[in-house]
DNA sequence: TGGTTATTTGGTAAAATTACCAAATATTAG
DNA sequence: CTAATATTTGGTAATTTTACCAAATAACCA
């Protein structure tokens, strides 16, 4: 049955669903980063960046510190990072090789 | 910089972003399964759980085959499971001190 | 004190997602 | 062939997400 754990685990993959979150865990794993960092590389807006880091916070994933002017954030799910390299080799393998590769690796692939 | 294969792992991502998905992911890896079972245990139209297979399928991480009248699903993407049971693990941990409000985490709420 | 910098919050319109219904398709049974 | 079963597709309304702007807040500096 659909209990709520699914409900809460699809939060943490919500707030991963997004080009600029996933972006900003990246770049989280090698160390604490400043708001204004992300601002520079992502080229959106400051409240956009904002949002984004909240969405990620509400979510366990991330942790904020204030210092000074400045709010520093640091991945709290260290995990996702495994996951991420994961993703990209499954998603290489399959561009290099589509077809042959699914087969390969299971049955069936239509369409 | 936001390259496009941030966009390419936020498909992944999106895809796992519902609970339904995420039961579909997880039933999906004690062995593959037709729709109807789907439809059986989530209690949702027929047509729904159907759509929601095709955006695991078109992510990438499930694959369908036909047998007879019957569409047989079955898991692709076999490293998700792992990053699963990391975030059920990150969830529990944090779940004795820091309860997450799932009501909380729309985009835009802070705690 | 007032001003500047860093960040968050509120509002809003556009875009995406979701779930249902009805209809289409495909396979098998009679 | 026609009917029944299993699934997908198209349409649509409700909900959610997104990105920007403007305004609010908070910390530091002159």
Same mark, same amino acid.
Do not use: W
């Given at each position: 049955?659909?209990?709520?754990?699914?409900?809460?685990?699809?939060?943490?993959?919500?707030?991963?669903?997004?080009?600029?979150?996933?972006?900003?865990?990246?770049?989280?794993?090698?160390?604490?980063? =400043? *708001?204004? %960092? @992300?601002?520079?590389?992502?080229?959106?807006?400051? !409240?956009?960046?904002?949002?984004?880091?909240? /969405?990620?916070?509400?979510?366990?994933?991330?942790?904020?510190?204030?210092?000074?002017?400045?709010?520093?954030?640091?991945?709290?799910?260290? =995990? *996702?990072? %495994? @996951?991420?390299?994961?993703?990209?080799?499954?998603? !290489?393998?399959?561009?290099?090789?589509?077809? /042959?590769?699914?087969?390969?690796?299971?049955?069936?692939?239509?369409?």
């Amino acid at each position: 049955m659909l209990t709520d754990s699914y409900k809460e685990r699809s939060l943490v993959f919500k707030a991963l669903a997004h080009p600029s979150r996933l972006f900003i865990v990246d770049k989280l794993t090698a160390g604490e980063c =400043c *708001v204004c %960092e @992300f601002v520079n590389e992502l080229k959106v807006d400051f !409240s956009t960046v904002s949002k984004h880091l909240s /969405v990620l916070k509400n979510a366990g994933l991330i942790s904020d510190e204030k210092r000074g002017q400045q709010v520093f954030y640091r991945l709290q799910m260290h =995990c *996702v990072g %495994e @996951f991420n390299r994961c993703i990209d080799n499954f998603l !290489s393998r399959r561009g290099n090789d589509q077809k /042959v590769c699914l087969k390969c690796c299971a049955v069936g692939e239509t369409e």
